[in-house]
């Protein structure tokens, strides 16, 4: 599977948006998949090619809808009162502050929040997904969250009429 590695690059590439590190997790995952299912999946017997790319566009696809989509709240949600929408906007607008911190991450990094927070790993699985030592989890998403902090931080300087979280005196 190691030589169809650059392949799948190659056609995640032309899927997704030219972000690196999305193609990258896209790979990873679908040959990550792969290594997991390949007890039964008949690859000595059958290219193992179609199932890489309909396992990638699946992924790639997923991923595009995910983070796209807006939430909306469920149907109970239909005369919530106006407490409720502002924490949904701001639900959405940390959103959008949140995921450009992240890719401006070390991929080091990157990769041990998406684990720990977005996937919801614990350290175990976060070591046996990254092949890293528990210990070595715990050092990484102490120092990934300082670190996305202060990406967060700069990022709102940075912002038109940003004051880095300072109220003005």
Known sequence: MRNERDTLLRYVAKL???DLRHVEDVVQETLLRAWLHADRLEWQDQPIRPWLFR???NLA???WRKDRAIPVGGAGDVGADTAHAEDLAER?????WLIPALGRLPKAQHDILVHVYLLDLGGEQTAAALRIPQ???KS????????LRRE????HEDAPGGDGGRAAA
């Open 61 to 63: 696809v997923d991923t």
């Open 135 to 137: 210990g070595t989890v």
């Open 140 to 147: 990484r998403t102490y120092h990934a969250v300082r670190s």
């Open 92 to 96: 959405v607008v940390d959103r959008r």
């Open 16 to 18: 997704t948006a030219p």
């Open 152 to 155: 967060l931080g700069s990022q």
């Open 55 to 57: 396992t990638a566009r």
